[in-house]
């Protein structure tokens, strides 16, 4: 089988989702027109802003909770093909999944990339410059304008990392969707991609989804509890 895991999956962990009643864009729309890449690109207030946003950022204080333990032991049971996340946190990984079974659509927050020459720093350095004063650091090698190793919206998906998730999606029998409102594309279009190739869906996620209609479950439960009861059902099911 093949997971997807949205930013849903984080919120037990101190992580505040997106689009939640109260998502980190539900509170604050700006925020959403922020994360656009000709918005960085064009404003320095908007990268200076981002940069201090980056380092307070929760997800440096964050650990795995029970939802990320369950996929580790859905892998270790030898039924985990592909975990695919829309997240940037890092927090499968620290739980424990290995890092070849994760596909991340949107990059990682834990590194930061020139957008000129295309050097990846690890994150904890720039930040260290923005923590004593550099309000837009540039790039160490070129002086190019530098952001987190994320995808903002504008921006295209890294061809081959689409190519993982697409053929994970396809050539699974059991597709399973967590934390995910399903509207982003391309991530979302992937349980479609799943239902055309004949595999089974299931959604784990607080609100309604617009693939509801089509999942042979939906479990609107809260996913810390949920997961890890379904992960149990399914490793028994496979014994």
Not at 25 to 48: G, K, Q, S
Not at 88 to 104: M, T, W
Not at 192 to 214: F, M
């Amino acid at each position: 089988m093949s997971v997807l895991t949205g930013a849903g999956i984080s919120t037990d962990s101190g992580i505040p989702d997106y689009r939640g009643p109260q998502g980190v864009w539900t509170r604050n729309p700006a925020a959403e027109a922020n994360a656009t890449i000709d918005r960085y690109l064009a404003d320095p207030e908007v990268r200076r802003a981002s940069w201090q946003a980056r380092l307070v950022h929760p997800a440096w204080d964050a650990r795995p909770n029970a939802a990320h333990g369950a996929l580790v032991d859905l892998e270790r049971a030898g039924l985990l093909r592909a975990l695919i996340t829309q997240n940037i946190d890092e927090l499968h990984q620290r739980a424990g999944s290995a890092p070849e079974k994760v596909i991340e659509l949107h990059g990682t927050l834990h590194r930061a990339e020139c957008l000129s020459c295309d050097l990846i720093t690890p994150m904890s350095e720039v930040l260290a410059r923005v923590a004593a004063g550099e309000a837009d650091p540039p790039c160490p090698r070129c002086g190019g304008l530098q952001k987190s190793n994320t995808i903002s919206f504008g921006q295209s998906l890294k061809p081959e990392v689409l190519g993982a998730a697409l053929d994970a999606a396809r050539s699974c029998d059991l597709f399973v969707a967590v934390g995910t409102s399903l509207t982003v594309h391309p991530a979302a279009g992937l349980c479609g991609e799943a239902l055309d190739a004949g595999a089974r869906l299931v959604i784990v996620n607080a609100a309604p989804t617009p693939y509801d209609p089509y999942a042979d479950q939906v479990i609107h439960e809260p996913i810390g509890e949920a997961l890890p009861a379904l992960v149990k059902e399914l490793i028994d099911a496979a014994r």
